[in-house]
Antibody, heavy 120, light 107 residues
Framework: QVQLQESGPGLVKPSETLSLTCTVS????????WSWIRQAPGKGLEWIGY???????NYNPSLKSRVTITPDTSKNQFSLNLRSATAADTAVYYC??????????????WGQGTQVTVSA | EIMLTQSPATLSLSPGQRATLSCRAS???????LSWYQQKPGQAPSLLIY???TRATGIPARFSGSVSGTDFTLTISSLQPEDFAVYFC????????FGGGTKVEIK
């Protein structure tokens, strides 16, 4: 059974880089795409970006200038870097497997999520 | 960017009642590109339906999805206590966007 676990600092200072890592267990990263999604307090879901099984990336245009998602296949991990963080980046961050098939795509499973607060 | 508008924002119902949740797209979205997720309090979202109407593994038959034009609907035929949660629709036809969510609460 595939499981995902986010890790990283829960508190980031404004203007610094928000960095998170997702560890994948029970599956090889080479078989799927892998994504980051966030949820601000009391708000809906916002897709941040994904990395595909060839190392290619696709980012939300609203965040593209500040986001990098990178893989570490030797550790079965992928990471999120969000530069120049502001209070608006305060959210629960989820790492998620993005399943793509010929007909349909979907997000499953999801990590449990990690709260990141941007504050001095 | 395709916007998804969910309505109502909150649905207050009693166990056993039927819930009808709407997700309207700002432009045409093919049925293959629409999915639904359930989020219980304090938990991560989980997949309910993909391809507009195909239930994910383990999802009970009381959950169903349908589409008419740009309007997608999630129906819960008879609400169970564990169904009170927030539901999000999602499209991946053009980039990836989510609706704002519908909260189904106990009346």
């Amino acid at each position: 059974q595939v499981q995902l676990q986010e890790s990283g600092p829960g508190l980031v200072k404004p203007s610094e880089t928000l960095s998170l890592t997702c560890t994948v267990s029970g599956d090889s990263m080479s078989s799927y795409y892998w994504s980051w999604i966030r949820q601000a307090p009391g708000k809906g879901l916002e897709w941040i970006g994904y990395i595909d099984n060839n190392g290619g990336t696709n980012y939300n245009p609203s965040l593209k200038s500040r986001v990098t998602i990178t893989p570490d296949t030797s550790k079965n991990q992928f990471s999120l870097n969000l530069r120049s963080a502001t209070a608006a980046d305060t959210a629960v961050y989820y790492c998620v497997r993005w399943v793509t098939t010929v007909r349909n795509n979907w997000f499953a499973p999801w990590g449990q999520g990690t709260q990141v607060t941007v504050s001095a | 960017e395709i916007m998804l508008t969910q309505s109502p924002a909150t649905l207050s119902l009693s166990p056993g009642q039927r819930a009808t949740l709407s997700c309207r797209a700002s432009q045409t979205v093919g049925r293959n590109y629409l999915s639904w997720y359930q989020q219980k309090p304090g938990q991560a979202p989980s997949l309910l339906i993909y391809g507009a109407s195909t239930r994910a593994t383990g999802i009970p038959a009381r959950f169903s999805g349908s589409v008419s034009g740009t309007d997608f609907t999630l129906t819960i035929s008879s609400l169970q206590p564990e169904d009170f949660a927030v539901y999000f629709c999602h499209q991946d036809q053009d980039l990836l966007t989510f609706g704002g969510g519908t909260k189904v609460e106990i009346k």
